[in-house]
């Protein structure tokens, strides 16, 4: 079984920055798409950023410009990047990969176990 370990998560002013970090605990066969998720106090969990396999990235309308999402294929890991933060990003941010742990398996979705995120002064 994959377990993906986040960090990097913390509290920060508002206009401060963030890295979070998100690896697999063990080798990926194949991982079609990274992303990023949070779910704020009261709120849905909603997609912040996604990367394809190919580097296509997407972002929420809220966060484009902010941040930047990137990954390395090789240690199977995906990264976000948050500048300029501000309150309303406050949340819990969970990394999701979609991916295969072997060739013969199913692709199936893989999800963290959260990172707080609290911008506050």
């Known amino acids: 079984q994959v377990q993906l370990v986040e960090s990097g998560g913390g509290l920060v002013q508002p206009g401060g920055s963030l890295r979070l970090s998100c690896a697999a605990s063990r080798s990926m066969s194949s991982i079609s798409a990274m992303g990023w998720y949070r779910q704020g106090p009261g709120k849905q969990r909603e997609l912040v950023a996604s990367i394809t396999s190919g580097g296509t990235e997407n972002y929420a309308e809220s966060v484009k410009g902010r941040f930047a999402i990137s990954r390395d294929n090789p240690k199977n890991t995906v990264f976000l990047q948050m500048h300029s933060l501000k309150p309303e990003d406050t949340a819990v941010y969970y990394c999701?990969?979609?991916?295969?742990?072997?060739?013969?398996?199913?692709?199936?979705?893989?999800w963290g176990q959260g990172t707080q995120v609290t911008v506050s002064s």
């Open positions: 999701n990969f979609k991916g295969k742990t072997a060739p013969w398996r199913a692709s199936g979705d893989y």
